[in-house]
Each structure stands twice: as C-alpha cells, then as structure tokens.
C-alpha cells in the first residue's frame, strides 16, 4: 500500500502552482514506492509510521528521493557534472554496530563547473517544495523541519585543493556515494 499525497488545486486557480512543487510530490512517492520494493515481502506490507522509524527503509529512502532530486538539478543546470550523497556523521571506524540518532536531511556534494546564484535560487526552490510535502510523511523526524536538502556545490578547483567538503570527493576511508554523472 502507498500512500497518496496528493494536494488539491482548484482547476480556475492556476497562479499558486509552482512546476517544482508539483513534481514533489510525485517524486517522494516515488521514492517511497522504489524503497518499499526493496524490503522483504515480510516488511513491505508495515505501514510507513513503523517503515520510517527503520534505519534501512530510511536510508533507501533518502537515497532514492536524493536520486529523484538529482534529476531535477541535472536537468535544470548543465553546468552540474556529478551528485554525490554522503552522511557527515559517518565514520568508518566504527565498530560498534550501534546506529546513530536517524538524519533526515539529504546532504549532497554537486560538482560543478561554476557555482552560480540560479543553482543557489533552484535549490532553495526545491527544498521549500520538499519541505511542503515530506510534512505529511507520518514520521517525526520531518514534523519540525525547515530545511531538508543541503546541497553543497564544489568546483574541480577545491577537489584538486582538498577544499572542505570538497576532499571528501577524493578521500579512501570514507568517500561519498556517487548517484548521478553527467555523460
């Protein structure tokens, strides 16, 4: 069972929609759709409360919905060469096997050409949609936020430099995961 988040729009009104956030939608369903997929058959049939409070649907959910993301970004700005996901608070070390508290931004690394203040105005636009829509997930971890995506754009110049977030792109022990490459 999926659910549903559609938002009704009265058919004279045409001046609220928003085309980002009217794709938002389709794309965090989507996302739930592809993650539920990949559970066990045993799991898939929970509802999405108990799902979200799993450490593995989220993770898949967040993968999924961070590569539906990247898809808009890529299409929009063709300076964009790759879009990596990564978890700031990973460590590789880590032999625990304990998890850390569940983070539910989605904390991408986009390689660009040049950053530019229309990538900047398109991820802000893309995160307030989310912001509108992930509300309605039946989770607490999205009741209270104001900002999911934190997208950080890097150049080939601070890769080559090590520049912040930037080295992550070239590190062994924990390298972020690549989820989109311009061809």
Same mark, same amino acid.
């Given at each position: 069972? =999926?659910?549903?988040?559609? %938002?009704?729009?009265? %058919?004279?009104?045409?001046? &609220?929609?928003? +085309? /980002?956030?009217? %794709?938002? &939608?389709?794309?965090?369903?989507?996302? /739930?759709?592809?993650? #539920?997929? @990949?559970?066990?058959?045993? $799991?898939?049939?929970?509802?999405?409360?108990?799902? $979200?409070?799993?450490?593995?649907?989220?993770?898949?959910?967040?993968?999924?919905?961070?590569?539906? /993301?990247?898809?808009?970004?890529?299409? &929009?700005?063709?300076? /964009?060469?790759?879009?990596?996901?990564? *978890?700031?608070?990973?460590?590789?070390?880590?032999?625990?096997?304990?998890?850390?508290?569940?983070?539910?931004?989605?904390?991408?690394? =986009?390689? =660009?050409?040049?950053?530019?203040?229309?990538?900047?105005?398109?991820?802000?636009?893309?995160?307030?949609?989310?912001? @509108?829509?992930? %509300?309605?997930?039946?989770?607490?971890?999205?009741?209270?936020?104001?900002?999911?995506?934190? =997208?950080?754009?890097?150049?080939?110049?601070?890769?080559? &430099? #090590?520049?912040?977030?930037?080295?992550?792109?070239?590190?062994?022990?924990? +390298? +972020?995961?690549?989820?989109?490459?311009? *061809?």
């Amino acid at each position: 069972m =999926v659910t549903t988040l559609e %938002k009704t729009v009265l %058919k004279n009104d045409v001046s &609220n929609i928003n +085309p /980002i956030e009217e %794709k938002m &939608n389709g794309l965090i369903n989507t996302a /739930i759709e592809v993650t #539920r997929a @990949k559970l066990s058959s045993s $799991f898939r049939k929970n509802n999405l409360g108990e799902l $979200f409070k799993r450490h593995d649907f989220m993770n898949w959910f967040k993968y999924n919905l961070s590569e539906n /993301i990247s898809e808009i970004l890529s299409e &929009n700005d063709k300076k /964009i060469l790759e879009i990596h996901l990564f *978890e700031p608070s990973a460590n590789p070390d880590a032999e625990s096997g304990e998890y850390l508290p569940m983070d539910a931004s989605l904390h991408l690394l =986009v390689l =660009v050409e040049a950053a530019s203040a229309g990538l900047t105005a398109l991820i802000a636009s893309l995160d307030r949609a989310l912001i @509108k829509h992930i %509300k309605d997930l039946p989770s607490p971890l999205f009741t209270n936020l104001s900002s999911m995506l934190d =997208v950080i754009p890097v150049t080939n110049e601070d890769v080559e &430099n #090590r520049t912040g977030y930037a080295a992550l792109l070239t590190s062994i022990y924990a +390298p +972020p995961l690549k989820i989109w490459q311009r *061809e």
